[in-house]
């Protein structure tokens, strides 16, 4: 019986967090600290003419200013698609790209030094939209997009044959669906604090999801070797994929800093976080799906226009997933996607929890309800029907394991009483079900390198705490707490010996940081081979101490015990002074690496593999009110395929922030543009669930056991955000009859949606009496 | 042109500062950069997320929008500001600061302090409210992480204790 693993606990810096004693990037001051402010572009799209930093170089208080042209070398978070430069180097292309950074005494100066600066624009044609940006275009927002057109990227792919497919399905739909844009909304504002110190050395704190990218991008950027530069993360208030790029404003804080030689905090404001976005792509789908007589999935045709903003970032692997993320958790033969990611001038979108997933994942489930409807299947014995096998490949080669979706699916429908529900509540009360898919960390590096992708190191000397080092980040998910779990439990001791440290690049060996829901697999399994190693050396060091074999110890309780005869026992501190004489401190490591190639041999084969998935299933109730017709959700039964809950409350948090963000896009929220500007950037008018709003949440663990996971585990940060979309869109049709295809899903757009059914009816009637 | 600044009293977490100001500073400001008192965090500066949130005179108020002048002491009138800092009780950690971390009602934690901030000024003057009267007087706090849930939760197994006692 393990002693921590599958029971709840508090996260370890808990404590830390609620009295205040957190320390966050903004808590930290350093001697001599200036005030960095960055320049902001006014223009969609322009060349830069002039810039004139003169007058606010001469003002008093002014101790540095940088400009695009002294820091050209481009940087992103892909190595196959670097098209950012820490400034605006000839040319600006969105509303808030960075122009040029000033440091100052205080922050009065450093605002009055930034309006001395004279920039000459001259203004280039703008394309803000997706479909601006597909035609040939007069000025191309990037040199490298294609032909003359803005498109980023665009990936083609084709399984089986869909045309057939089609003609032989006995059902077909086809659809479109409209998704705005949104942003992560974490409550702890952008900020970096940049140190170029006496010895040469570069020091940078920043709220990073992957501090290891931004070590690299900062050296290509500051053309200065990777050990001449350290990347420390503080506590991070909420990242949700909103921090996981290498950064502009970390670059200008270093450029300024290696000026002067001072340390530089640049501290954003609400407003600079929403302009600088990377948040979830808008983006229209156009999907057709169909059916043969006996409820099996024939084909599924998939088309994306994916608007990516002014920046690459993470878009590549978005326009793929975007595709390859939306048949699982399904077997489906035939499988067609042309994606296209469009560079337009608005602030840049990146990756934003379910990453690529979210939008093709609401259109597939709401097609399958549709389609149900068509052919009259229940929607949860229809899903039951099409699902993948344990131990299979999909149709473009991902390698299924453990899949706990059929028990997700029985689960969630006995406990919200489907079966007694569905198309049975009155009018205005509805209930809705979708499923869900979701890599458990990419298999496929960014980076193309054969470094493990992470490693762990594990150190215990005579006082008998255990310092585990290891660079994934916590971001609040509560990674941390899950690397102690796995080395406290094959060690037997008590949480409170383990003291971890994630946050630092000189000290913390390589983890390619919390992004692609890969901690708790990945870092999780590093963890676990180092404590193993140590745990080697305790039960030799028993066998010494008691003459008994070492491999009969177990250690439990801060105990070595010798199971067969359980009286025969040693405290884990003497079993580590044993092991410690003539040794010293006790050190192991520990790594996980992806198994050997996994996927097909065709382009992009790569996208979307992972040593294993997540699996959901929501039930979703809803009311609409039927005078405002604004949309409630009463209650949500999530079921979850996690593997194994190696923290039962972390899981649960996971899973109920989740439905939180997904309910936000779902119901209210949207960046809304006007012209290039973003018009609500700020918590009054960006809108996010608030507690009143908040549904109850029936949180169903299933836990498949995955062969490869640290105890069985696997994701539950991203995967658990999708189903509940779609579900809720499938209860309001059960609940009043519309279907909605488009993202908010207000009040509004559901008025409109009523009076089209309506008029289209009244047109029939009349039809049918002429 | 560098505005003058002006000496006031601020009684905070039961000291009394002298602390040089400009007329327009406002109290969130002062807290962190003043006094170094960092649990109180800077989330939006317009009041839309309660990350800021202290007591004064017993009342939870959003510090980025409170003047550190109106708040000054004097000697006719003297407000009592309390910070997350001060809210341990000669060292012992405050119930709700327990609560929060055992069941899950802080993730990233950069909402927590104002949430507790918020939660102890309605458990004081209301020790007895119901599952909805919590989320009602949360609702000016944001929290991106945990969907409120896990809070609710931790403020109301605080309430259950008061109740017991």
């Given at each position: 019986m393990p002693n921590l693993i599958g029971k709840p606990v508090a996260l370890i810096d808990g404590l830390k967090k609620t009295t205040g004693?957190?320390?966050?990037?903004?808590d930290m001051k350093l001697p001599g600290m200036l005030c960095g402010k960055i320049l902001r572009s006014p223009y969609s799209h322009a060349r830069i003419i002039r810039i004139n930093t003169s007058k606010a170089e001469k003002?008093?208080?002014?101790?540095a200013v940088v400009i695009g042209k002294e820091a050209p070398n481009k940087f992103g978070v892909l190595p196959i698609s670097r098209d950012e430069t820490a400034m605006a180097v000839d040319k600006v292309?969105?509303?808030?790209?960075?122009?040029a950074g000033v440091a100052a005494d205080d922050e009065e100066i450093a605002n009055e030094a930034l309006n001395l600066i004279e920039v000459e624009y001259e203004e280039l044609p703008r394309y803000l939209k997706s479909s601006d940006s597909l035609k040939t275009v007069?000025?191309?927002?990037?040199?490298?997009?294609q032909d003359q057109t803005n498109i980023h990227k665009s990936v083609d792919q084709n399984f089986g044959d869909v045309e057939a497919a089609r003609k032989a399905s006995a059902y077909v739909r086809e659809e479109e669906f409209d998704f705005i844009g949104c942003n992560h909304a974490f409550t702890e504002p952008l900020v970096v604090i940049a140190h170029f110190d006496a010895d040469d050395r570069m020091t940078v704190w920043t709220p990073q999801q992957v501090p290891h990218y931004l070590h690299r991008a900062l050296a290509e950027v500051l053309e200065?070797?990777?050990?001449k530069i350290r990347v420390i993360r503080p506590?991070?208030?909420?990242?949700?994929?909103?921090?996981s790029d290498p950064f502009p404003h970390e670059m200008i804080a270093a450029l300024l800093s290696r000026k002067c030689r001072r340390p530089v905090k640049i501290l954003f404001d609400r407003e600079d976080v929403f302009l600088t976005n990377h948040g979830r792509h808008p983006t229209e789908t156009k999907i057709a799906m169909g059916i043969d007589r006996e409820g099996r999935i024939s084909f599924l045709d998939l088309r994306a226009h994916i608007d990516g903003g002014s920046w690459g970032s993470f878009g590549v692997v978005t326009t793929y997933y975007n595709g390859v993320?939306?048949?699982?958790?399904y077997a489906i033969p035939n499988f067609r996607y042309s994606g296209k990611r469009l560079y337009t001038n608005k602030a840049p979108c990146g990756a934003m929890r379910g990453h690529g997933a979210v939008n093709s994942r609401f259109a597939m489930e709401v097609m399958i309800d549709e389609l149900c409807e068509d052919a009259k299947f229940d929607p949860c014995d229809f899903r039951l029907k099409n699902l993948l096998s344990p131990n299979s490949k999909t149709v473009n080669e991902f390698r299924i394991t453990s899949i706990g979706a059929r028990e997700c699916i029985e689960r969630a429908r006995a406990a919200s009483e489907w079966d007694k529900k569905f198309r049975k509540l009155p009018h205005g009360h509805g209930i809705g079900v979708a499923c869900g898919f979701y890599i458990s960390?990419?298999?496929?590096?960014?980076?193309?390198?054969?470094?493990?992708q992470s490693t762990a190191h594990l150190k215990i000397d005579m006082d008998g705490g255990i310092a585990v080092h290891c660079?994934?980040?916590?971001?609040?998910?509560?990674s941390d707490t899950m690397l102690a779990q796995c080395v406290a439990e094959p060690l037997g001791v008590?949480?409170?010996?383990i003291h971890i440290f994630s946050s630092d690049t000189d000290a913390d060996p390589i983890d390619i940081g919390s992004?692609?829901?890969?901690v708790t697999f990945m870092a999780g399994n590093a963890a676990r081979q180092a404590a193993e190693k140590i745990r080697e050396k305790l039960v030799n060091a028993a066998e010494a101490i008691?003459?008994?074999?070492?491999?009969g110890f177990i250690l439990k309780d801060e105990q070595v015990i010798y199971?067969?005869?359980?009286?025969i026992r040693i405290s884990f501190h003497d079993a580590l002074q044993k092991a410690l004489a003539k040794n010293g401190a006790l050190i192991a490591k520990g790594i996980y690496q992806s198994p050997p190639?996994?996927?097909?041999?065709?382009?992009?084969?790569?996208?979307?593999?992972?040593?294993t998935y997540s699996y959901q299933c929501y039930v979703a109730e809803v009311k609409v009110d039927p005078e405002t017709l604004e949309p409630r959700v009463l209650k949500v039964w999530a079921a979850h395929?996690?593997?194994?809950?190696?923290?039962p409350l972390a899981v649960a948090g996971q899973i109920e922030g989740c439905i939180h963000m997904g309910l936000g896009q779902a119901l209210m929220e949207e960046m809304v543009y006007n012209r290039g500007n973003i018009?609500?950037?700020n918590f009054l008018d960006y809108r996010t669930l608030t507690p009143m709003q908040m549904p109850e949440v029936d949180v169903i663990m299933v836990e498949s056991?995955?062969?490869?996971?640290?105890?069985g585990a696997k994701e539950?940060?991203?995967?658990?955000?999708?189903?509940i979309l779609p579900a809720v869109a499938n209860a309001i049709y059960d609940a009043i009859g519309v279907r909605l295809r488009?993202?908010?899903?207000t009040a509004d757009k559901i008025w409109k949606a009523m009076h089209e059914k309506q008029a289209t009816r009244k047109a029939r009637a009349k039809a049918v009496v002429a | 042109m560098a505005v003058k600044k002006q000496i006031i009293k601020l009684k905070v977490n039961s000291s009394t500062h002298e602390i040089a100001i400009r007329p327009y500073d406002v109290l969130l400001d002062v807290i962190r950069e003043?006094?170094?008192?960092?649990?109180t965090k800077r989330g939006?500066?317009?009041?839309?997320?309660?990350?800021?949130t202290v007591h004064i005179d017993g009342r939870a108020r959003l510090s980025c929008l409170m003047l550190a002048a109106e708040c000054a002491s004097t000697d006719k009138l003297t407000h009592g500001i309390t910070t997350i800092e001060g809210l341990k009780d000669h060292g012992v950690i405050h119930p709700l600061q327990r609560a929060f971390a055992e069941h899950g009602g802080?993730?990233?934690?950069?909402?927590t302090p104002g949430f507790i901030m918020t939660a102890s000024a309605l458990l004081h003057s209301h020790p007895k409210p119901t599952r909805d009267e919590i989320k009602e007087a949360i609702s000016g706090n944001m929290c991106r992480?945990?969907?409120y849930i896990k809070i609710v939760d931790a403020i109301e197994s605080v309430a259950n204790e008061y109740q017991k006692t």
């Open positions: 004693e957190g320390f966050y990037t903004d003002m008093t208080g002014v101790r292309n969105y509303i808030g790209d960075c122009v007069p000025v191309k927002i990037h040199e490298h997009s200065t070797p990777m050990h506590m991070v208030g909420g990242g949700f994929g909103g921090k993320l939306s048949m699982g958790p960390g990419s298999a496929h590096r960014i980076h193309f390198n054969d470094l493990p660079l994934a980040a916590e971001i609040g998910q509560g008590n949480l409170d010996r992004y692609s829901s890969r008691t003459g008994y074999s070492a491999s199971a067969p005869n359980p009286g190639p996994m996927g097909g041999k065709f382009k992009g084969a790569n996208a979307g593999l992972s040593p395929d996690c593997g194994k809950a190696l923290n018009l609500n950037a056991n995955d062969p490869e996971g640290p105890w539950a940060g991203e995967g658990p955000l999708l189903p488009s993202l908010p899903m | 003043s006094l170094n008192l960092t649990g939006c500066d317009m009041g839309t997320c309660g990350c800021c802080s993730q990233c934690g950069f909402c992480c945990t969907g």
